[in-house]
Every structure is written in C-alpha cells, then in structure tokens.
C-alpha cells in the first residue's frame, strides 16, 4: 500500500486528473441514477398512492396516462366477486385549463372518489379533518407546477374545459414529469369537466378483504370479466414503469447517461493508470530483479488503481449530492434513494480494476534484466 501511494504521489498532476476522471464519472453515474430512480416513481406515483389491491383498466392500457373508458355495469359486477369489500373510482384525462388572466394550456386532470387512500390527493373541506366531504369545484395543484398554473391569491377562479374551477390550495410531491401540470379534484367534478356520462368510467379501483387472497380475487375477476385488464397495485405500477422507462426511450436515454459516465471514467483511468505504469517500468523491473513475484507486482498497480477509485468516489459523492437538491428545485420529480450513493461505490471500483488490467499486463511483461542495461 505505502509503495503504491508513492508511485501515484510521485505525479501529483497525473493523480489530480485520474481523480477529477472517477469523480466525474461517479458524480454523472449518481444523477442519472436519481433522475432514473425519480422517474420511475414519478411515472407510477399516483398508482401507489392509492390503498386499494386491484385496479380494473380498458383492455391494453399502457399506463395510468391513458386511460380508456369502462361500461359502469363492470363496477357492479366486480363488487359482487366474494372478497371484494369497497370500491373506487379515478378517472385521468388531458384538459385546456384557462387562468384568471385568460391564459390557455392543456393540464392532465385527475379526479378520484374521496375514499382511494390517504395519500392520494383528493380536496376536502378545509379544517374538516377529513376528505370524505368533497367541496364543490376544489382544485388542487402541486407547488412544482406553481408559475405554469399563474395564480397569486388562493382560492382563484379559472376554467378546465369551459367549466368553472375553484383552485383551493397547492400540495406537494406529485409534479407531474411530462412537461405538464397535473390538476386534482374530485370524481364528481372531473366528469363534469371532460364530459363523462355516468353510463362510463375509467379506472375501477377494489379492496380485498381480510381472509381473501388478492391472487384468488383477481382469478375470479378475470373469468367474470373477461374483456378487460385486472391488475393488481404493484402490475399496474410496475406495467406504467416499464412503458415509460423502455416504449418511449425516455429511461433509455437517462440509463444510456449513466453507461457513458462509466465509461468515460473508464478510459480516463486506463490511460492515467497506464500512463503511469509505463512511467515507473524501470521500478517494476527492479522489483522483479529483486525477486517480487508476479503477484506482488500486480497487486502494487490494482492498488493503485484502487486508491484512486476511493479518492474518486469521495469527491465525487460530495459534489454529487448538493447538486442533486438543487437539482430537486427544479425538476421536482428527482429522487435519489439513500442507497444509490452507496452503491455507486462498488461499479467505481470495478471501473477502476478494469483499467487496470492494461497496466497489469505491461508490468508483468517487463523484463528484470531491463535495470541492467546501459
């Protein structure tokens, strides 16, 4: 280890740039992990924050986005299935939502009946201490979406689709990652809004009972309601996922960020490492002069290979992590697990060995009787 500290102190410009090479490539590793990680979330959120076990979708709908229309006799039929014990109704659509000033845009609108889960966001009646009382014509919207909505005062009249809204408060943690805001109220006033008779709706949400195996009821729906989807929670999160992160190439694109910063950090070491190795050849071939065995050479230039993945790591972890909340202040959706830094470590030193490999082959060539010649 001491030897191996002097050989890459020796060049302390060359050390500096190895350094800057794996903290760059951790710190665009670690981002594009948090905006990967992020949206994913993001794009099965509101899925997951419902309480009930089975969501009945239109047969082929790729995620909570696009929706289609259900017959409203599929919701009696559901609540009839033994183990089915209260059902739910949430219905998603794109609408032109006009501010007080006039100013036109296309929002996605949400509505959800008061009793999806605790999470969702439903508005209640403030101070009512509850969402079961649904007040007429509430808005919610999220803070992230604050300068596209462009209201000032609390509560603000507008219009979703020539209807009168009332915007009532703002909430936190659902920013919408398409590039537009999202609008919640309730089921009601979301029909009313994109024009859904009450012959239709959208998404049947059920909860199983205690006793019941959610598999067994979703198997019983399924022979009595053959013609639509019926997914569990967790299917329909991770279906919504999957459609976002590979049939639009969206996470394609971040993950492909994060293969590049591997390799970037990749050549960068290996041509360090080995610029390095070729550098102090004459001190490997005394080493092998001396007797050093094959082993005792090799572990000297991963060692080194290693130290400069530590020191890496460090640095880029401590620049990575401030910019990811700043990060946070304007893409709301950015989500780095507490684990995902931490991670990061072990592909750093892989990266690290593997440019070593190149320097380990040149050094383990070298002839001992190289230090004699003239």
């Not at 009646?125 to 919207?141: K, M, R, T």
Request: some cysteine; proline content about 4%; overall charge positive.
């Amino acid at each position: 280890m001491k030897l191996a500290w002097q050989n890459i102190i020796h060049d302390r410009v060359r050390f500096l740039v190895t350094v800057l090479g794996v903290s760059f490539a951790v710190f665009l590793m670690v981002f594009q992990g948090s905006l990967l990680a992020g949206f994913l979330q993001a794009a099965s959120k509101l899925i997951d924050a419902s309480d009930f076990d089975i969501w009945i979708t239109a047969r082929g709908v790729p995620a909570f986005e696009f929706g289609a229309t259900l017959e409203s006799r599929v919701r009696e039929i559901a609540a009839g299935v033994p183990g089915v014990i209260e059902t739910g109704r949430v219905c998603m659509a794109f609408a032109v939502y006009r501010n007080p000033n006039g100013k036109q845009q296309i929002v996605g609108l949400v509505g959800a009946d008061p009793n999806i889960g605790k999470h969702f966001p439903v508005p209640g009646l403030p101070g009512s201490g509850s969402v079961e009382v649904i007040s007429p014509d509430a808005v919610l919207y999220d803070e992230s979406n604050r300068d596209q909505i462009e209201v000032t005062t609390l509560p603000a009249e507008v219009e979703i689709n020539r209807h009168r809204a009332s915007i009532e408060r703002q909430i936190q943690g659902f920013g919408s990652f398409l590039g537009l805001s999202y609008l919640f109220t309730s089921y009601r006033n979301a029909t009313r809004y994109i024009s859904l008779g009450p012959e239709r709706t959208m998404y049947i949400l059920l909860r199983v009972g205690r006793g019941y195996s959610v598999s067994a009821v979703q198997q019983s729906l399924r022979r009595r309601l053959p013609e639509v989807d019926i997914l569990t929670r967790q299917e329909f999160a991770h279906k919504s996922r999957i459609y976002w992160m590979i049939k639009t190439g969206a996470g394609g694109a971040i993950l492909t960020g994060a293969v590049l910063g591997f390799l970037i950090g990749l050549v960068v070491v290996s041509q360090t490492i080995y610029a390095n190795t070729m550098d102090n050849i004459e001190e490997y071939a005394t080493l092998k002069a001396l007797g050093a065995s094959r082993a005792f050479v090799a572990l000297i230039v991963c060692t080194q290979a290693l130290i400069c993945s530590l020191v890496g790591s460090i640095v880029g972890l401590l620049v990575v992590v401030p910019l990811v909340d700043y990060a946070k202040s304007l893409i709301s959706w950015v989500y780095i697990p507490w684990w995902l830094p931490v991670a990061m470590i072990v592909p750093s030193l892989f990266m690290c060995s593997l440019a070593s490999i190149a320097s380990v082959r040149s050094a383990l060539a070298v002839e001992p009787g190289r230090v004699f010649r003239a």
